[in-house]
């Protein structure tokens, strides 16, 4: 499956923005969809995972400010990103994994100013 990830762009600090994981095939038999980033000179991170059964993570980091979801009919994933802070600058890349199959997507950055 390919994952274009896409929404992504500059806010203020205290901005919004909502990136989509648009899939080319069904991600109903995908376990775990995700949302990972890298910020300039760290490593990646996990930033929010959605299980088939619509359970969510989040890292600590983006609790109550960003928000996971998953349409299988339309084959995309979401991140809602609330309240966001500089600290969240970075490429967002979406993933998709089943047992020992793991794909990702392409990054979109984000870019949030003071």
């Known amino acids: 499956v390919q994952l274009q990830a896409s929404g992504g762009g500059s806010a203020q600090a205290g901005g919004s923005l909502r990136l989509s994981c648009a899939a080319s095939g069904s991600i109903i038999l995908f376990n775990v969809m995700a949302w990972s980033r890298q910020a300039p000179g760290k490593q990646r991170e996990m930033v929010a995972s959605i299980t088939s059964n619509t359970i969510a993570n989040y890292a600590d980091s983006v609790k109550g400010r960003f928000t996971i979801s998953r349409d299988n009919a339309n084959r995309t994933v979401y991140l809602q990103m609330n309240s966001l802070v500089p600290e969240d600058t970075g490429v967002y890349y979406c993933?998709?994994?089943?047992?020992?199959?793991?794909?990702w997507g392409q990054g979109t950055l984000v870019t949030v100013s003071s």
């Open positions: 993933q998709a994994r089943r047992g020992p199959l793991n794909f």
